[in-house]
C-alpha cells in the first residue's frame, strides 16, 4: 500500500546536528536532507548557517522556523558589530537566539546549536534545545538523529581533542546517525571556526566510512560480475 | 514529543528540557538544599551537568525543577530584583523572605493568564540570624516549613525528613541526611542522575560545592536471586 504523500506537509529538517569543541575553536557538523512529509525536499541543504563571521549555527526541526531565527539573529549581531566597534562574542549570539526561541516557544518547533569562536573565551558550544533553555557544553548533539548519538559520545568524546581528531569525530558521528535515522541523510558539511578563520568542509558518501551492513557502492551489477556465466540449460 | 505547536499567544504550555527533584532542610546555621545537575528531554536524560540551584543576593539560595528555560528567565528577573535593590544604597538588602514573596507573586499572576512558568521553585536564607525555607510551585502554591522538595521529592525525601530531622542539625548531619534522600530519590525517580550538588547558605554567605557522585549499594541476597524463595514467578 503507498503511502499518501502529502505534499503541503512543512519542510522539517529531521536532521543530525552536530557541535564540538576543541583546543583551539570549535567544528559543526550537519547531514543534508530536508524532507516534507516522506519526500526528500533538499538532498544537499546547508544546515550551517553564518550568524557572523566568527559565529555560526547549525540549524534543526523546521526549515522555516530555524532559517527566520537565524535570519533575525544576524540582522541584530550586525547591528551589535557595528555599534560594538569589534566582533561580537559567541555568548551574546546564543544568547539573542535563546531570547528568540524562548520569547517565541508557543510558535517555534526548533533545536539549534551555536559554535563560534571569539578572543575572549576561544571556542564555544552552546545549545539552545525546543523551549529555549540555552546550555554551554563542551559538545553538543541535536536534531532526530541525535539519538542514535548520545551512546556513541558517551563513550568516543575526549577533553583536548586536535582539529582534525575533532572533525573526525563529527564526521563519523553524522555518518553513523545518517545510517540509521530515516530523517538524515545527504552528505555530512562541517564548518571549522577557531581563531583563523572559517573552514568549510564537504564529504559525499563516498568518502564516508561504510557501517554494518552498508556495502561498497558500485556503477553497476555488471561491474562486479566477471565473465558472462554459461548458461545451465 | 511530538507537540505542533500552537499559534495562539497565551496559553498553558508543556515542558521540554526539565529538572527533577529539589530537597532542602533548615540546619543550624542555615539551610542546606540538594539537586542532581540533570536536565531531561522527555524520557530521554539528555544534559547532565545542569545547575539548577543559584544564590540570590546576599541572603538567598534558589533551588528549582521543571523547564529550565522558566528557571533560566526567573533568574533574570531576580537579576533585576537584586540590582535594583542594591541602587538604591540604602544598606538594606532584601532578604529571603521578600525574595519568596516576588516569586509567589510572579508564579501566581502567571497561572492567572494561563501562562504558568513551569517550575516548583526553593527559596532558603538567612538574614540577621533568621533562618527562612519556602517553596512555590507552578501555581503559586507556596508555603514554609522546616524542610521542603519539589516533585518526587514530596513523596519519597519528605518521609524520611519528617522522621530524621530536627532542629539544630549541625552540618555534617545534615549533608548525610540530604545525601539519604538523594540516593533513595536515585534509586526510585527515573529522571535522577548521579551527579549531585548541595549548596548552603548561612549568615556568612552561600556556597555551592561542586557536583559529586553517590555510591549506591546492590548486594542485597534477593537482588542477585530475585525468584529463589518464590519458584515459577519472575
Redesign the interface.
Known sequence: MDQKMDFNAPHSMGTTIIGVTYNGGVVLGADSRTSTGVYVANRASDKITKLTDNVYVCRSGSAADSQVVSDYVTYFLHQHTIQLGQPATVKVAANLV?LL??NN?????TGLIVGGWDKYEGGQIF?V???????Q?PFAIGGSGS?YL?GFFDQAWKEGMTKDEAEDLVKKAVSLAIARDGASGGVVRTVIINSDGVTRNFYPGDQLPLWHEELEPHNSLLDILGAPEPMNI | MDHHPSAETQRTLYPYVTGSSVVALKYKDGILMAADTGGSYGSTLRYKSIERMKPIGKHSLLGASGEISDFQEILRYLDELILYDNMWDDGNSLGPKEVHNYLTRIMYNRRNKFNPLWNSLILGGVKKGQKYLGMVSMIGVNFEDNHVATGLGNHLARPILRDEWHENLTFEEGVQLLEKCMRVLLYRDRSAVNKIQISKITEEGATVFPPFSLKTYWEFSAFKNPTVGAEGSW
Open positions: 535563546r526561541s524562548y516557544k508557543n510558535l517555534l518547533e545549545g534545545p525546543l523551549g529555549g533553555t540555552i546550555v557544553q539519538s548520545y
